[in-house]
C-alpha cells in the first residue's frame, strides 16, 4: 500500500513538471521559430489554452495533495496499532485546534490525576494563592500523601497547588477543597467543565482517587487549550524540579516531579495519572518544530512507549496538508 501511495505521489509530480515544461517549450518555440503562426492565433484561442493549463495543474495538485493526505492517514491508522491506550487524542492548537489522531476520543474514561489539573483551575480562579490553611487530620486522610504536610501545619493553597500538580499529593488537593465550604469545590470544577465545553465530563472529588472522575479524550484537549490561554502558571508549575516544603522537624523536603518528559525542551506542561481502574493516564502540551500540539493518553498500558510512539509519529508527519 506504501509503495503504490509514494509512485502514485511520484507520478502525479512528474506529470506536474512535465505540463508545465512541455507548455514552456511549447511558448518558447513558438516565439522563436513560428513567430507568424504564433501571431495568427486568435485571443480566444490563447485564452482557451491558458484555461486548460490552468485547469490541468489544479487537477494534478489536486491528485498531489489527495495522494499526501492518504499517505499521512495510512501512518496515523498503523499508529493506531502501536498504541496500546484504548483513547487517545493528538491536536494542534490553533484558533480552531486541528485533529491529528484520535481513538475512541468521545467515549468517558476514568481520569485519575489528570483530575488535579481542573482542581487547579478552580484554585487558581477562586482562591488567593498567598491564603494559608491550617492542616487537621480530616484533610490528610486521602490516600498518597507527603510529610510535609501534618497536622498543625500552615500551608498557603500555592503550596498545595505544587505539591498536587508536581508530585500529586492527593492530600494537597483535598486541602485545597478546605477552603470553601463543603461541596463547593467540587460543584465549581462541573460547572467550569461545563464552562469550556466540557460536554462529557464529571468530577466527583478534586485528586482522581475515584473513578467516577471520567471525561472523554476531546473534553481533556479543550481543559489543556484551557490552561494553556488562561492559566500557563499552572503549565509552568507542572515543570518545577525543585519545590520543598519542611516536614514536622522543619527539614525542607523536596516533591518528586511525576510527570513524565517534565524536564525535556519542548514539554509545555501537563500531568500523569494511575488507578487500577484507569490504567495510566497522561496529558500534555508540547511544542515540536514551533507547532504547540495537545496530546491525551487515557487507559494505557505503558503511555511512555505510547507517547515515544506519538512522537515519531509527529515528526515524521508534522503537518497535514489541507
Not at 512528474?14 to 522563436?32: R, W
Not at 500552615?154 to 486541602?175: F, G, K, W
Not at 500534555?284 to 506519538?310: H, K, P, Q, T
Request: hydrophobic share 40%; with cysteine; proline share 3%.
Amino acid at each position: 500500500m506504501k509503495k503504490n501511495i509514494t509512485l502514485l505521489i511520484f507520478i502525479a509530480i512528474f506529470l506536474v513538471i512535465t505540463v508545465t515544461a512541455s507548455n514552456e517549450m511549447g511558448a518558447y518555440t513558438d516565439d522563436g521559430q513560428n513567430e507568424e503562426t504564433a501571431t495568427a492565433k486568435t485571443d480566444n484561442e490563447e485564452e482557451e489554452t491558458r484555461k486548460s493549463y490552468e485547469e490541468t495543474t489544479l487537477y494534478l495538485q489536486e491528485l498531489v495533495d489527495r495522494s499526501l493526505y492518504l499517505r499521512w492517514r495510512l501512518a496515523g491508522m498503523e499508529l493506531e496499532d502501536k498504541i496500546s491506550a484504548e483513547s487517545f487524542m493528538v491536536a494542534k492548537m490553533s484558533d480552531q485546534p486541528l485533529v491529528y489522531l484520535k481513538k475512541n476520543s468521545d467515549r468517558r474514561y476514568p481520569l485519575a490525576s489528570i483530575t488535579k489539573l481542573m482542581s487547579s483551575v478552580v484554585a487558581a480562579e477562586n482562591i488567593d494563592k498567598n491564603e494559608t490553611i491550617v492542616l487537621t487530620e480530616p484533610m490528610l486522610r486521602s490516600y498518597g500523601h507527603s510529610p510535609s504536610l501534618f497536622p498543625g501545619a500552615r500551608v498557603r493553597a500555592y503550596d498545595l497547588m505544587m505539591a498536587s500538580l508536581i508530585q500529586s499529593t492527593n492530600d494537597a488537593s483535598e486541602c485545597l477543597t478546605y477552603f470553601m465550604d463543603a461541596g463547593v469545590f467540587l460543584e465549581l470544577m462541573n460547572l467550569k467543565a461545563g464552562e469550556i465545553g466540557m460536554q462529557n465530563s464529571l468530577f466527583i472529588d478534586a485528586h482522581g482517587l475515584s473513578p467516577h472522575n471520567r471525561a472523554t479524550a476531546f473534553d481533556v484537549v479543550k481543559l489543556l487549550e484551557y490552561i494553556y490561554e488562561e492559566h500557563p502558571e499552572i503549565l509552568e508549575m507542572t515543570k518545577v524540579e525543585n519545590f520543598r516544603l519542611p516536614d514536622a522537624h522543619g527539614r525542607l523536603l523536596t516533591f518528586r516531579n511525576l510527570n513524565t518528559f517534565h524536564n525535556i525542551p519542548y514539554f509545555i506542561g501537563g500531568k500523569t495519572g494511575y488507578l487500577p481502574e484507569a490504567k495510566q493516564t497522561y496529558t500534555s502540551m508540547f511544542n515540536i518544530g514551533g507547532e504547540i500540539y495537545a496530546v491525551v493518553i487515557l487507559m494505557s498500558d505503558n503511555r511512555r512507549a505510547d507517547l515515544d510512539a506519538i512522537f515519531q509519529w509527529l515528526n515524521k508527519n508534522p503537518r497535514l496538508r489541507n
